[in-house]
């Protein structure tokens, strides 16, 4: 009858230890089956060099320390407007001082923005249009003059 009793013990204590475990194996089992699903679902962006991308400054010259408003004018690969896309730039200069510049999309094709260029010099750098899981980049340069 001992015996017997031990055994329960036994088992009883060893149930206490593998439930515990058993569920702690099935969250993680979950939690990575999530992360599998979710990478899955992310379709990595496909570089376009079909499309057409081209920007310009509204006030001419360029000056530093002014307020300036630059324009994208973005076309997919069929000449049609990219209208759901998102517009940035990213520049340079030879002090390597740094530049983001992010486009709001206006109508049709035509992105702007709006900024101060700090520095005289030459400024370079490139122009990155998203839409659709695309992107397509160009490179940008620009002389900003003194004021």
Request: no cysteine; net charge negative.
């Amino acid at each position: 009858m001992e015996k017997n009793n031990e055994e329960k013990k036994l088992v009883q204590s060893s149930t206490v230890i593998v439930i515990p475990i058993l569920i702690m194996l099935s969250i993680i089992v979950f939690n990575i089956s999530q992360i599998l699903q979710i990478s899955h679902n992310e379709s990595p962006r496909q570089f376009s060099n079909e499309v057409s991308i081209q920007w310009s400054a509204r006030e001419l010259p360029i000056t530093s320390n002014r307020p300036i408003t630059l324009h994208v004018i973005a076309l997919d690969e069929k000449g049609g407007w990219i209208t759901d896309g998102e517009a940035r730039a990213v520049l340079t200069n030879k002090h390597n001082e740094e530049i983001t510049l992010n486009f709001y999309h206006v109508e049709d094709g035509l992105y702007e923005t709006v900024t101060m260029i700090p520095n005289q010099g030459e400024w370079r750098g490139g122009i990155e249009v998203v839409w659709n899981n695309k992107y397509s980049t160009i490179p940008l340069q620009m002389e900003v003059l003194p004021n």
